[in-house]
């Protein structure tokens, strides 16, 4: 029998050890993960904020390693919850259950290979040169530098960490002095592997209770068939409506004509003069052919395209077969084996890219393809640069029949339920509806709102089994500390023109200016696009006396910071405000939503997405277009409310969310505000909040 306390006890010890109070919330979430981690049965947790999340998972996380002596993989989305944890919540914590566990529970952050130095890559001289034509000289200067501080500091750190480094260096230097997982010789090939960072990194991973990752690491751990995380039965992902977008990302592949460029020249010497022009010029016809087109969807494959693509296949395998494979020191030294290295890992990853988009277009019937090809026209500097990529169409199957089918799953977020369930962002993870959960149905055989691959290769380059094993879970909310009702107005501006494409309304305007008057400044703006944000910054500070930040005018996080310690600032931006500030008390009471977020009509991924759902008989624009908007404005209220004193508005500036059909499964999304369409109550409401001292 065990002797270790049960979870709840362990919550209470801990709690108090930390200074803080017991929350129902906490308590309910921290007996479900526990539960759980008991029947092997998957768990998805909607934890609002102040609910102490963190707490409720690592706690029967602990209990379960310590017992059991098997280590738990937290996963987050984010850096910055990756600090939290390893700097203050998981230190603390294990200071606190020493007593009670009779030892101190071990913990670790994991990265991927390339955000560790490469020792054999610095010490070998085997860092490319970049290419002269696409940088300017200011660029080279800096590089420079920036890999010669990069070498001395090799003696100085002790984990080779890329965030351990103050200050940081650019994405190009860093890429001189790391390798990604493909290029590295492996410990068995080099002969830097006892001193290895990223060896080290893991080794001591291998050895503690908990291990701190990242969704892409865990994505490529699963679908791998070497280990890269430490053996394990529990993995809990943080931060999991972010889920499916990293590893969309991960799966993600591009071709350019500046990439071909920079492959052939990473094989440098390694290949003859005519094998090397032989690539450069099948890369550079592919970008001539990508110049002429528009950025769009590609449902076919254009007129000229399958003879290049062919072409540059035939080319990128011709000269990795001119390389040959890989030879281990005692044959070369390491200085060639890691060219070698280097260069085939770049030719079978741009070959490997080539074959993916030509396979894609094999399957006639475009509902049922499992990739979306597109062309982009991405901005570099003053250049545009046309760049073919593609992307899975769902990550569904993948994470159902590989993360899923290894470990027991704890998701859990401050927004998992959209339109009052957990069933959009179980679809998306490959997760059997609630509906048909609920009713006995059977597991893992509810249909995919997106087709998934049967058979056969994935995106990822791995095979996925026909048929689906049983899955079982469970969805609990946790609900929240807030009174929202009596600490939070919802106040959408039913009367103000639908939101256009052009510039904001003369009337949005002049409402966004008398909600921000109103409030004293104390403004969270937050906007679908860059150019609105700039739009309304540049139009608001002419016509309030408070200080007005626009994203873009310094970094992010120095922003914040102003906006924080100001509490008549305002700070207006995009995207990354939407979901990443946390800013309690009086700076912020006021939150604007300039329109609903629903995603770019011309967004190929989406789009496609939404057309396959339709295909297979489903609401396209419900499942895809209103399910992304839903989940962006959960998280953009989400900005008013940071701790139970906090009082405040959200205010929607697009009628659409009172007068759509749509309207009410978009609000069923949103906290229980006390709701209105009464512009007057609100701005004396604000005024009120305005008058009240702090400090």
């Known amino acids: 029998m065990s002797t270790t306390p049960p979870v709840t006890a362990l919550l209470d010890s801990a709690v108090t050890a930390l200074g803080g109070s017991r929350r129902d919330g906490q308590v309910r979430m921290a007996t479900a993960v526990a539960h759980a981690i008991d029947t092997g049965e998957h768990l998805a947790v909607q934890a609002g904020t102040g609910t102490g999340k963190s707490l409720a998972y690592l706690i029967p996380a602990i209990r379960h390693a310590t017992e059991s002596g098997k280590t738990v993989v937290i996963s987050t989305a984010t850096i910055a919850l990756q600090r939290q944890l390893i700097e203050r919540d998981l230190p603390r914590l294990a200071a606190a259950l020493r007593e009670p566990l009779h030892r101190e529970p071990t913990f670790a952050i994991l990265k991927g290979r390339g955000n560790y130095l490469c020792l054999n890559k610095i010490h070998s001289g085997t860092a490319e040169e970049p290419a002269t034509e696409l940088f300017d000289a200011f660029e080279l200067s800096r590089t420079g530098r920036e890999v010669t501080r990069l070498r001395e500091w090799t003696s100085d750190t002790e984990t080779g960490d890329r965030d351990d480094l103050t200050p940081g260096v650019s994405d190009r230097s860093w890429r001189q002095v790391s390798v990604t997982a493909r290029e590295c010789l492996g410990a068995a090939n080099c002969s830097y592997a006892d001193d290895c960072f990223a060896e080290r990194s893991r080794r001591a991973a291998g050895q503690v209770d908990v291990v701190v990752t990242n969704h892409a690491l865990l994505a490529i751990d699963a679908m791998s068939p070497a280990s890269i995380l430490p053996e394990h039965d529990v993995v809990v992902i943080d931060e999991a409506h972010e889920l499916v977008d990293r590893i969309t990302s991960v799966s993600t592949a591009e071709l350019s004509a500046a990439s071909i460029t920079l492959v052939a020249r990473r094989c440098g010497k390694l290949l003859d003069d005519e094998i090397s022009d ?17 950025a769009r969807e590609w449902t076919r494959l254009p007129s000229g395209i399958p003879e290049t693509l062919a072409m540059l296949r035939d080319r990128l395998w011709q000269a990795r077969n001119a390389i040959g494979p890989v030879r281990t020191p005692g044959s070369g030294g390491d200085d060639s084996a890691a060219a070698r290295s280097a260069a085939l890992t770049s030719l079978e990853e741009t070959h490997d890219t080539v074959v993916r988009v030509i396979g894609n277009f094999d399957q006639p019937d475009e509902s049922k393809r499992h990739d979306v090809v597109w062309v982009a026209h991405d901005r570099v500097g003053n250049d545009t640069r046309p760049i073919l990529r593609i992307a899975p169409l769902s990550v569904g199957g993948l994470l159902r029949s590989t993360l899923f089918a290894q470990a027991t799953i704890v998701l859990t977020s401050a927004t998992l339920t959209i339109g009052g369930n957990f069933d959009a962002l179980a679809a998306t993870w490959g997760l059997p509806s609630a509906r048909r959960r609920d009713a006995g149905g059977a597991e893992g055989t509810d249909p995919d709102p997106l087709p998934e691959p049967d058979i056969g290769t994935t995106a990822t380059g791995l095979t996925t089994p026909s048929d689906r094993a049983p899955v079982r879970w469970s969805g609990l909310d946790a609900g929240s500390p807030f009174d929202y009702p009596k600490s939070a107005i919802l106040y959408v501006a039913r009367h103000l023109p639908r939101p256009g494409r052009d510039a904001i309304a003369p009337a949005t305007m002049d409402e966004l200016a008398g909600l921000v ?17 700039k739009e309304a910054a540049e139009a608001i500070r002419t016509r309030i006396d408070h200080p007005v930040l626009c994203q873009g005018d310094d970094a992010t996080s120095a922003l914040v910071r102003k906006f924080a310690d100001d509490p008549q600032t305002c700070l207006f931006g995009t995207l990354s405000l939407w979901q990443g500030v946390d800013v309690p008390g009086p700076s912020c009471t006021l939150v604007v939503i300039d329109r609903i977020p629903f995603p770019r009509p011309d967004d190929p991924l989406l789009t496609a997405r939404q057309r396959a759902v339709e295909a297979r008989g489903g609401n396209g624009f419900l499942t895809i277009a209103a399910n992304h908007a839903a989940l962006l404005l959960a998280q953009g209220a989400g900005r008013l409310l940071r701790s139970t004193s906090d009082r405040g508005v959200v205010a929607v500036l697009d009628s659409r969310l009172a007068t759509a059909g749509y309207g009410g499964y978009l609000l069923a999304s949103l906290p229980p505000f006390w709701r209105t369409t009464d512009g007057d109550l609100v701005r004396s409401a604000l005024g009120r909040l305005a008058e009240i001292p702090y400090g």
Do not use: C, N
């Open 278 to 294: 032989a690539v450069l010029g099948a890369g550079e016809q592919l970008g001539d052919v990508l110049a002429e087109m528009p």
């Open 517 to 533: 008057d109103a409030a004293g400044g104390r403004t969270l703006g937050l906007f679908s696009s860059m150019r609105a944000a």
